[in-house]
């Protein structure tokens, strides 16, 4: 195959872009390098295999030759990002997947949504499945990501409905591994990194807030899964086993030995309190779970920062 990821200097895209090289692939990246580092993808420098092009994916699309597949990873994802630039998050939702929906449509290739678990809010329903419509304030401050991905996913479904393009839509739960930036903001990165300098942790509110954080190669493996042999339904690929917050933090100071201590900070305004994904559907017909538990994959993580700190 030959696929076009959008995004594919970010976490979760370089990652996706290995996968399918190493499978034999032709991969054509394209990323304007907003949140996503070109160090992410240095690796494949004289690749044959591999093609880039700087771009934004907001504007027009255009790509030489034939596609089999597009796969939309570009927008900012974590907090700090998309608070950070909330005008760009909601046009690469919009915008940027309506681009992508467009190249894909031109090329007769397979569509594929990088979506998110925050389409569900803060939930009221409880491991969340993917028929469960969610919790949302639109008008929030995390409103620009959670609405971005849910108009994203409503845009996918029209191209699916009325022009039959063949699609899939892929809810991430909270990921984790290497390639995630020092700076990043999220949950993982940012204990382990305030662990390994000595800083205080800082949990919002209580810590019993919970989430369920998935491997890096774990997601991708279901991602590629639900690509090549999916529907065009929602499915929610993420980890089930559920940890706090506090559980975490006090989990990353004992596998670093950190002498860092745990301080409380407000919580943000719409933080969820529950997160963990129903993953009947990738199981029965993806036939996937996870299988790196959580104390593997954070030695591999922590082993990543130990190498991007001074």
Same mark, same amino acid.
């Given at each position: 195959?030959?696929?076009?990821?959008?995004?594919?200097?970010?976490?979760?895209?370089?990652?996706?872009?290995?996968?399918?090289?190493?499978?034999?692939?032709?991969?054509?990246?394209?990323?304007?390098?907003?949140?996503?580092?070109?160090? &992410?993808?240095?690796?494949?420098?004289?690749?044959?295999?591999?093609?880039? +092009?700087?771009?934004?994916?907001?504007?027009?699309?255009?790509?030489?030759?034939?596609?089999?597949?597009?796969?939309?990873?570009?927008?900012?994802?974590?907090? %700090?990002? /998309?608070?950070?630039?909330?005008?760009?998050?909601?046009?690469?939702?919009?915008?940027?997947?309506?681009?992508?929906?467009?190249?894909?449509?031109?090329?007769?290739?397979?569509?594929?949504?990088?979506?998110?678990?925050?389409? /569900?809010?803060?939930?009221?329903?409880?491991?969340?499945?993917?028929? /469960?419509?969610?919790?949302?304030?639109?008008?929030?401050?995390?409103?620009?990501?959670?609405?971005?991905? %849910?108009?994203?996913?409503?845009?996918?479904?029209? /191209?699916?409905?009325?022009?039959?393009?063949?699609? %899939?839509?892929?809810?991430?739960?909270?990921?984790?591994? !290497?390639?995630?930036?020092?700076?990043?903001?999220?949950?993982?990165?940012? +204990?382990?990194?305030?662990?390994?300098?000595?800083?205080?942790? =800082?949990?919002?509110?209580?810590?019993?807030?919970?989430?369920?954080? =998935?491997?890096?190669?774990?997601?991708?493996?279901?991602?590629?899964?639900? +690509?090549?042999?999916?529907?065009?339904? !929602? =499915?929610?690929?993420? &980890?089930? &086993?559920? +940890?706090?917050?506090?559980?975490?933090?006090?989990?990353?100071?004992?596998?670093?030995?950190?002498?860092?201590?745990?301080?409380?900070?407000?919580?943000?305004?719409?933080?969820?309190?529950?997160?963990?994904?129903?993953?009947? %559907?990738?199981?029965?017909?993806?036939?996937?779970?996870?299988?790196?538990?959580?104390?593997?994959?954070?030695?591999?993580?922590?082993?990543?920062?130990?190498?991007?700190?001074?």
């Amino acid at each position: 195959m030959r696929v076009l990821i959008t995004g594919v200097a970010g976490f979760l895209g370089s990652h996706l872009a290995d996968r399918f090289l190493a499978a034999g692939h032709e991969v054509v990246g394209m990323d304007n390098f907003v949140t996503g580092s070109p160090d &992410n993808i240095a690796h494949l420098t004289g690749n044959g295999h591999f093609a880039f +092009f700087e771009h934004n994916v907001t504007n027009f699309i255009y790509v030489d030759g034939p596609l089999d597949g597009v796969l939309h990873f570009a927008s900012p994802a974590s907090p %700090r990002d /998309y608070l950070e630039l909330p005008i760009q998050t909601l046009k690469v939702g919009s915008l940027g997947t309506h681009k992508a929906l467009g190249v894909a449509k031109a090329k007769q290739a397979r569509f594929l949504l990088a979506s998110t678990s925050e389409v /569900y809010g803060d939930p009221l329903v409880h491991p969340q499945p993917e028929d /469960y419509w969610g919790n949302v304030n639109p008008v929030g401050p995390r409103g620009v990501y959670d609405e971005a991905k %849910r108009f994203a996913e409503a845009m996918t479904m029209a /191209y699916h409905r009325y022009h039959g393009l063949d699609t %899939r839509i892929v809810r991430i739960f909270n990921t984790y591994g !290497p390639r995630m930036r020092v700076h990043d903001g999220r949950v993982v990165s940012n +204990f382990i990194v305030q662990a390994l300098k000595g800083e205080p942790i =800082t949990v919002y509110g209580d810590g019993s807030q919970t989430r369920s954080f =998935t491997y890096v190669d774990d997601l991708v493996d279901g991602i590629v899964r639900l +690509f090549e042999r999916g529907t065009s339904e !929602p =499915t929610n690929i993420g &980890n089930p &086993n559920e +940890f706090t917050v506090r559980q975490l933090a006090e989990l990353v100071l004992r596998m670093t030995g950190s002498a860092s201590r745990l301080v409380q900070e407000p919580l943000p305004t719409d933080d969820p309190k529950v997160r963990q994904p129903d993953i009947t %559907r990738a199981r029965t017909v993806l036939g996937w779970q996870p299988t790196v538990e959580l104390e593997q994959g954070l030695a591999a993580t922590i082993d990543h920062f130990r190498g991007k700190l001074p």
